[in-house]
């Protein structure tokens, strides 16, 4: 005779509950969980000819372009909304609102979902290129942002560091500051 384990008497969500509390038990540290002095990490991405990231606690999720019904009456920059998982959610060329020039749709667009105040907004990217990992000795010195000889028009707003890595130059873009924007927040024309 077969003795009964003490999981046979649990509960499916107890059960549940244990093995994820295990599995939790074993994970030595994600990437994002690391702590490593001297290294910022975030999504890479790039918006007309700026390579761009933003930290992982700014994205909630990066999509494809999803279907977009447009608002009349709204600024250029503001596409429409969209139904995204059961929640309109506007949607942004950031490239027509830090330059004024359209992005050029495709069928491999992606947006980033980032939290704002009385909702998410998404927001366009020209190219994801994921996850990229700087070193404090790739930083670039902050005042050619100032000057505009890297980062210039709207952009010098939003970005506070860069890094240069395989000679390209990669601003830190802070989307939570783009989105308490007064200008981006009034999207109506």
Known sequence: MVKSSSS???????????????????VPGLPEQLDAPGLWRGVGYRVGTHRLASGFDEVIEILPLPPITPVP????????VANIRGNLL?????????EGERTVLHEGQRVLL???????????IDELYGQRSFHDEEKINT?????GTL??????HFIDRAYRLADQPWGVFSLSLLARTPEFRQAAA
């Not at 005042?143 to 000057?147: C, N, S, T, V």
């Open 73 to 80: 009456g709204a600024q250029p920059w503001m596409l429409g």
């Open 8 to 26: 046979s008497r649990q509960t499916p969500f107890e059960l549940l509950a244990d093995y994820e509390r295990k599995s939790l038990a074993h």
């Open 151 to 156: 980062f210039e028009g709207r952009y010098a």
């Open 90 to 98: 506007p949607i942004v060329d950031l490239k027509q609102f830090l």
């Open 114 to 124: 980032v939290r704002q105040g009385g909702g998410d907004v998404a927001v366009t």
């Open 143 to 147: 005042e050619g942002l100032a000057e």
